[in-house]
């Protein structure tokens, strides 16, 4: 009954900005994990950030670091994903998941996923 709904992909020129939102439902711990994933064709699935609710922690890639900001907004339950400075590698189709207490970059750790965004960024 977890569900998780992304929204607000598009595409951009190098040097923009996109904002993703992830709509979370069902999902009742007070102790949880939102991570934005992304994954190019048949690569494999990289995280890009993640928010730890208790303390509102977050983490990002190294490759988004300073670029990407992800923030939760409790009152409709919303986890977006801010992103500045949009490089054509950037381009991916991205994944809002979940799991129980504390973020992790394993792709297996997740048990509940969106059905994805596309990012695209060129000229």
């Known amino acids: 009954q977890v569900q998780l709904v992304e929204s607000g992909g598009g595409s951009v020129q190098p040097g923009g900005s996109l904002t993703l939102s992830c709509s979370v439902s069902?999902?009742?711990?007070?102790?949880?994990?939102v991570a934005w994933f992304r994954q190019v064709d048949e690569k494999e699935r990289e995280g890009v950030a993640g928010?730890?609710?208790?303390?509102?922690?977050?983490i990002y890639a190294d490759s988004v670091k300073g670029r990407f900001t992800i923030s939760q907004n409790d009152a409709d339950d919303r986890v977006f994903l801010q992103m500045n400075s949009l490089k054509p590698e950037d381009g991916a189709m991205y994944y809002c998941?979940?799991?129980?207490?504390?973020?992790?970059?394993?792709?297996?750790?997740?048990?509940?996923w969106g059905q994805g965004t596309r990012v695209t960024v060129s000229s």
């Open positions: 998941a979940a799991k129980t207490d504390t973020c992790t970059w394993s792709i297996s750790d997740y048990d509940y």
């Open positions: 928010l730890f609710s208790f303390f509102a922690s977050t």
């Open positions: 069902g999902f009742t711990h007070r102790s949880y994990c």
